[in-house]
């Protein structure tokens, strides 16, 4: 495996090494996997290397106006699949937050980090406020965009 993976300039690997929080064998045999296949726009992987530059911040809720985690990340819906699988976050998985009721993106995932870091200091009727702007009935956004697990 070794060698520098390109696209239009850009080290792939490098890239995806950013996105990846464990630098394991696996993981970088993983990434490299994935660097290959980005590569490879015949079977439209080019979208998978443009999706992970950004990020994502999200807050997750119990229930309308209760408990509340606010999370950045760089691919929203495998996070929101840990979370709603129990393999995300400890607090949330012990505390049933599980609705995604809000989503933002960000082009770079510095900003994203940024900006988890300012909501996650406000009082929490800002964030009802920033919340209820775009969903106003606290609907679980992931089952409005992708159908209840369950049904599955």
């Known amino acids: ?12 690997c490098a890239i995806l090494k950013k996105v990846s929080i464990h630098n394991s064998h696996a993981n970088r045999v993983r990434r490299e996997g994935i660097a290959r296949r980005v590569l490879d726009t015949r079977q439209g992987f080019l979208p998978y290397a443009i999706m992970h530059k950004g990020g994502w911040v999200y807050i997750m809720a119990d229930r309308y106006r209760g408990g509340m985690y606010t999370g950045v990340t760089a691919d929203l819906p495998r996070r929101i699949h840990e ?13 049933g937050k599980t609705m995604l009721v809000y989503a933002e993106r960000y082009e770079d995932i510095a900003d994203a980090i940024a900006r988890e870091k300012l909501v996650k200091k406000w009082r929490r009727e800002w964030k009802f406020d920033l919340i209820e702007r775009d969903n106003p009935d606290w609907k679980d956004l992931w089952v409005e965009w992708y159908g209840d697990e369950d049904e599955n």
Not at 1 to 12: C, K, N, P, T
Not at 83 to 95: I, L
């Open 1 to 12: 495996m070794g060698g520098r993976l390109e696209l239009g300039g850009l080290d792939v």
């Open 83 to 95: 979370h709603k699988s129990g393999s995300g976050s400890q607090h949330v998985q012990e505390t």
